[in-house]
Nanobody, 115 residues
C-alpha cells in the first residue's frame, strides 16, 4: 500500500514562502504522476498542481500559477511544492495525492497565511 507523508506547513505572513515536501513510500515512485491538492476550511478539495512521471512536465491551477512551483526528486521518492507570495486565501490543509481528486492522500500539512 502506497503511503504519502506531507510536511513543511506552518504559519506564515502574507507575502511569505513555504516549501512543502511529500515522501512517497513506493518503489515505483518514478512511474507515477503526482499531485498537490488542498482543502480550505469549510470547502472541498481543490487541485493545485501536477507533475508527470519523468520529464517533469507541470501544470497549475490558476490560483497557483506564477507563485507555486512543483518539483520532484525521484532518487528521494519526494515531491515538493514551493509556495511564494502567499495570500490569506492559500490557507488550507495541503495534501499530496495520486490523482487530482486526492486519491491516496496522506494526513496533510497545514498552511496558515495570516498577519
Amino acid at each position: 500500500q502506497v503511503q504519502l507523508v506531507e510536511s513543511g506547513g506552518g504559519l506564515v505572513q502574507p507575502g511569505g514562502s513555504l516549501r512543502l515536501s511529500c515522501v512517497v513510500s513506493e518503489f515505483t515512485f518514478s512511474s507515477r504522476w503526482l499531485y498537490w491538492v488542498r482543502q480550505a476550511p469549510g470547502k472541498g478539495l481543490e487541485w493545485v498542481s501536477s507533475i508527470d512521471r519523468g520529464r517533469g512536465t507541470t501544470s497549475y491551477a490558476d490560483s497557483a500559477k506564477g507563485r507555486f512551483t512543483i518539483s520532484r526528486d525521484n532518487a528521494k521518492n519526494t515531491v515538493y511544492l514551493q509556495m511564494n507570495s502567499l495570500k490569506s486565501e492559500d490557507t488550507a490543509l495541503y495534501y499530496c495525492a495520486l490523482s487530482p481528486g486526492g486519491l491516496g492522500r496522506g494526513q496533510g500539512t497545514q498552511v496558515t497565511v495570516s498577519s
